[in-house]
């Protein structure tokens, strides 16, 4: 049984690039959410996808953007990064929402220069 | 004022210590209550749900005091395995989304020393 994958592990991007993420939840699993987690600080709740659509979002800018397949993998995706994103992506599935009993992959470590 | 409040620590304790982590929210709706441990340069994985009436997991017990609004986390003999960040977690319900949102504290880090 496969938990949750993420993509790519590592990345590096220039300042004012675009970058996409993915992410498979665990099986059986409907619900995605998408934490950022700088150097020293707890995972910070940027948006939840559930039925293909965004049902809730955290106090992140709109370049901060989303999308989950009918197959429940979802993709996060940064426009015009800045260098203060760099930060560690972690997605996190549930099934029916946040009850708290998230399981989380081991995230995508972005590096913006 | 934080959502989710933790000391950060480190806490550096030896082996077979007793510690204790507490954790303060500030939004009195909070419903569900957890703790998370995340191991260096890993992911964030459930340690234990915190009920009101408080639970115990082997060596770690949870409470609650939701007159005072915090939770706590007490370790028993302390292990060299135990050494973690210890994340607090809070769910509350929004108004604005009719859905629960889950609240990460920054999490305290945990040593422990032969």
């Known amino acids: 049984d496969a938990g949750v994958t993420q993509s790519p592990t590592h990345l590096i991007k220039t300042r004012g690039q675009q970058v996409t993420l993915r992410c498979s939840p665990k099986?059986?699993?409907?619900?995605v959410s998408w934490y950022q987690q700088a150097l020293g600080q707890g995972p910070q709740f940027i948006f939840q996808?559930?039925?293909?659509?965004?049902?809730q979002r955290g106090n992140f800018p709109d370049r901060f953007s989303g999308h989950q397949f009918p197959n429940y993998s979802s993709e996060l995706n940064v426009n015009a990064l800045l260098l203060g994103d760099s930060a560690l992506y972690l997605c996190?599935?549930?099934?029916?929402?946040?009850?708290?009993?998230?399981?989380f992959g081991s995230g995508t470590q972005l590096s913006v220069l | 004022r934080k959502e989710v409040e933790q000391d950060p620590g480190p806490f550096n304790v030896p082996e077979g210590a007793t510690v204790a982590f507490n954790c303060t929210y500030s939004?009195?709706?909070?419903?569900?209550f957890f703790w998370y441990r995340q191991d260096c340069r890993k992911e964030p994985k459930l340690l234990m749900s915190?009920?009101?009436s408080g639970n115990e997991d082997g060596r770690f017990t949870a409470q609650l005091n939701r007159a005072s609004q915090y939770i706590s986390l007490l370790i028993r003999d302390s292990k060299l395995s135990d050494s973690a960040t210890y994340l607090c977690?809070?769910?509350?319900?929004?108004?604005?989304?009719?859905?629960?949102?889950?609240?990460f504290g920054s999490g305290t880090r945990l040593q422990v020393q032969p």
């Open positions: 996190a599935s549930s099934l029916g929402g946040p009850e708290g009993k998230l399981f």
């Open positions: 099986s059986g699993h409907d619900t």
């Open positions: 996808y559930y039925e293909e659509e965004e049902r």
């Open positions: 939004n009195s709706a909070s419903q569900s």
């Open positions: 915190v009920y009101s």
């Open positions: 977690v809070v769910s509350a319900f929004r108004r604005d989304t009719g859905r629960r949102a889950l609240t």
